[in-house]
């Protein structure tokens, strides 16, 4: 058990849709990261939120898009949903001290939230 | 080419067997992950080193630097470690591997 928490855990969209996928972090942990993992891969990174700001970007394309709120908790939204965002979406929270970087993070991670788009 | 490779990709062992999983990767890096994933998804991080070896229970991880490897080693394997093991790196951004996956038979 992590702490981190995510909702909803399975959703089903239809091509052109958009949706809002929520993480709520540990408490206490100010960055949060956001990956998708395609059904036999391994998780990519969509890009990570560190106090209400994007902190770093993996490649996708701007129709995914993020928010951190005060209280650390986050969304990811997807446009335009495509077949391919079919995918399991994981968030993971961690607490980034002051001058620390990326590789001091301990990620907890949440159980995802299933995303399938018909 | 991924930029974090890992093998092998499924792996069977008899309970009590010694696993060893490989990561490789291609990127400069400030440190590795070594991740379980559970059926369903949840992810649990078990190690995260820049250098050395640090030990868990029964898990080992180690990794060297000059030659861009890692090791994840369980001794006296049991079946609760049937899992998906990802290799992740921190470099200017997070790289996965795919992901071994383990099947402990009792």
Not at chain 1, 5 to 32: A, D, E, F, Y
Not at chain 2, 44 to 60: D, E, N, Q, T, W
Not at chain 2, 93 to 103: E, K, V
Request: proline share 4%; with cysteine.
């Amino acid at each position: 058990e992590t702490g981190v928490t995510q909702s909803p855990t399975h959703l089903i969209k239809t091509r052109g849709q958009q949706v809002t996928l929520r993480c709520s972090s540990q408490s206490g942990h100010n960055t949060v990261s956001w990956y998708q993992q395609a059904l036999g891969q391994g998780p990519q990174f969509i890009f990570q939120y560190y106090r209400e700001e994007e902190n770093g970007r993996g490649n996708f394309p701007p129709r995914f898009s993020g928010l951190q709120f005060p209280n650390y908790s986050s969304e990811l939204n997807v446009n335009a949903l495509e077949l391919d965002d079919s995918a399991l979406y994981l968030c993971a929270s961690s607490l980034r001290v002051s001058g620390g970087t990326t590789s001091t993070d301990t990620q907890y991670f949440g159980p995802g939230t299933r995303l399938t788009v018909l | 080419k991924n930029e974090v490779e890992q093998s092998p990709q499924n792996l069977t062992a008899q309970e009590g067997e010694f696993i060893t999983i490989n990561c490789s990767y291609s990127v400069g890096i400030s440190a590795l992950h070594w991740l379980q994933q559970h059926p369903g998804g949840g992810i649990v991080s078990l190690f995260m080193l820049s250098s050395g070896k640090k030990k868990h229970g029964r898990l080992i991880a180690t990794i060297n630097i000059q030659e861009k490897h890692s090791s994840l080693h369980i001794t006296a394997s049991h079946p609760r470690d049937s899992a998906v093991y990802i290799c992740a790196v921190t470099g200017n951004q997070f790289y996965f591997g795919t992901g071994t996956s383990l099947t402990v038979i009792p």
